[in-house]
C-alpha cells in the first residue's frame, strides 16, 4: 500500500495524537471512521453514556476526562464494542435501513439470536 492511497480521517481530532485524545474524543472519532457523521456519533456516544450510568459508573465519570493514554491500549477497543448496543439502537430509532446496522448486529450477537429463534 501506497501512502497515497492510506486512509486518512477527516475527522477534527484525527491530527492530535491519539493517545492524548480524551476516552470519548477516541470513541466518538472511531464511530467517524466506521462510517457515522460528526452529529450522529455525538448522539450515539450520549446513548452509549447514559447506558455506563447504572452499568459501569466508575467509567460513566472517567470516559469524558480520561485520556486514552491512562488506560491499556486494549480498553478503548472494548469501549467500542461495548458501545454497539448503543450504535444499534441509535440507527434504529433514526436510520433504520443504515448500511451498518447489519455489522454492528453481528457484534452484538442480535443475528444469531434471530436465527436461533426461528
Known amino acids: 500500500m501506497t501512502s497515497e ?3 486518512v480521517s477527516n475527522h477534527p481530532l484525527a491530527y492530535i495524537p491519539r493517545e492524548q485524545l480524551t476516552l470519548r474524543q477516541a470513541l466518538e472519532k ?3 471512521d466506521h462510517g457515522f457523521f460528526e ?3 455525538s448522539e450515539i456516544f450520549a ?3 447514559e447506558s455506563l450510568r ?3 459508573p466508575y467509567m460513566h465519570d472517567r470516559i469524558l476526562t480520561s485520556r486514552v ?3 491499556p491500549p486494549l480498553l478503548p477497543r472494548l469501549l467500542f464494542m ?3 448496543p448503543s450504535i444499534l439502537k441509535w440507527i434504529d430509532a433514526n436510520k433504520p435501513q443504515h448500511w451498518l446496522r447489519g455489522v454492528f448486529a453481528e457484534l452484538t450477537g442480535e443475528n444469531k439470536e434471530k436465527s ?3
Open 69 to 71: 493514554s491512562d488506560y
Open 30 to 32: 472511531d464511530l467517524y
Open 116 to 118: 436461533s429463534n426461528a
Open 5 to 7: 492511497s492510506r486512509y
Open 39 to 41: 452529529n450522529e456519533c
Open 47 to 49: 446513548l452509549f453514556h
Open 54 to 56: 447504572s452499568a459501569d
Open 82 to 84: 461495548n458501545c454497539a
